[in-house]
């Protein structure tokens, strides 16, 4: 275990990949190792990050009633979960809402809406909001997630001000069809890819806890290396009753932290954020996942109900971290320079076009 936790760290201070056997071994580490895992993790984290954590917050468009059928989420059609629907939030409310998380450290907003995917209209609709957001909150980066992009969207919300653009591939491509059959793992593919030949910040990451094995948990975020996501949301499956996976609790605190320590390692230089269902499956183990993961959710996050803002802030100065500031960096340098690379190069082709899918 020693020789492989040096290895690792060694590999994740010199931004190389561990092989898929050294990812899965990470995964399969005992109880008595655990503390070791991390600290080594943590390492590679402080390296490239430091000691800052990145608050991001979500405001939610527009909730519930999608026609999709991912078998996870609450706001799948039919699913008799309980939660709040409702359709689009007025530009105005957004960006309210978009400030009550600043003024709480937050440097991201997410706008989120359910759906399969947005209608040249909606984006027309998040473009106001974008506008709106940023009108009240100088400085702050903007992502949205809108579900499946179609050609040209990914540009105009770009054009619109968007930073950032956010579609999770959640599992493996083999694992795929066990959890939605009502669009594949190739079209969220695709919408990534969208996102990033546009200009936009690519935001991808998992969902665990779902059923899937170790395989799956390593494949997929071997896939969002792949596709060179710059921020990686790590989710821990909330069984919502009344979903076809509400019965799922398959993960443990320790078992959170192992697969955290696992995406950092195959990470090492990029945002990995603590994402949905954190408090329930890491629980008092919260502070030991800011020892992996740089970033994570302020307060409440889509349908789950998170802890207070005021207690996040809290559990990152009693573990010894700081709220990273609207002024710094997330991104260690090179890759910054890597994305204004590619900037340039979407705006000398235009931003509304796109390169064509095998380009
Ligand atoms: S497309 Fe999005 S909102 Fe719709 S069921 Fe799937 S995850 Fe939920």
Redesign the pocket.
């Given at each position: 275990m020693d020789d492989l936790l040096k290895t690792l760290v060694d590999k994740g201070l010199r931004r190389e990949t561990p092989t898929r056997e050294e990812a899965l071994a990470v995964l399969r580490t005992c109880d008595d190792e655990l503390l070791d895992v991390v600290a080594a993790a943590g390492r590679v984290r402080r390296r490239w990050f430091g000691r800052r954590v990145k608050l991001n917050y979500l405001v939610n468009l527009k909730s519930g009633l999608?026609?999709?059928?991912?078998s996870?989420?609450?706001?799948?059609?039919g699913a008799d979960t309980g939660i709040l629907t409702y359709t689009w939030l007025k530009p105005q409310q957004a960006a309210d809402a978009a400030s009550a998380g600043v003024r709480g450290g937050a440097k991201r907003v997410c706008v989120v809406a359910?759906?399969?995917g947005p209608t040249d209209r909606d984006v027309a609709r998040v473009s106001e909001t974008i506008s709106a957001i940023k009108e009240s909150n100088e400085g702050v980066e903007v992502c949205a997630c809108l579900?499946l992009l179609k050609e040209g969207q990914a540009g105009r919300l770009r054009e619109a001000g968007a930073d950032a653009y956010n579609h999770n591939l959640n599992t493996s491509q083999a694992a795929y069809g066990d959890i939605?059959t009502t669009?594949e793992y190739a079209d969220r593919v695709e919408t990534v890819e969208r996102a990033r030949e546009a200009g936009l910040s690519p935001c991808s990451g998992l969902i665990a806890g779902m059923g899937e094995s170790d395989e799956d948990l390593v494949d997929v975020v071997l896939a969002l290396r792949e596709l060179d996501a710059d921020s990686v949301p790590v989710n821990f499956l909330i069984p919502f009753e009344g979903t076809p996976l509400g019965q799922e609790w398959n993960l443990t605190p320790h078992q959170a932290l192992r697969i955290l320590a696992m995406v950092r390692f195959l990470c090492p230089d990029i945002e990995v954020r603590l994402a949905g269902g954190r408090e329930v499956h890491l629980r008092s183990l919260q502070p030991l996942a800011l020892h992996l993961a740089n970033s994570m959710f302020l307060g409440d996050y889509l349908t789950s109900e998170g802890q207070a803002g005021q207690a996040d802030l809290d559990m990152i100065a009693d573990a010894g971290f700081v709220v990273e500031g609207a002024g710094e960096a997330t991104l260690p340098a090179h890759r910054r320079q890597e994305r204004a690379h590619e900037r340039v190069a979407v705006r000398l082709r235009g931003a509304g076009t796109e390169l064509p899918p095998n380009a």
């Open positions: 999608c026609p999709e059928d991912c996870y989420c609450s706001q799948r059609l359910s759906g399969r579900g939605c669009h």
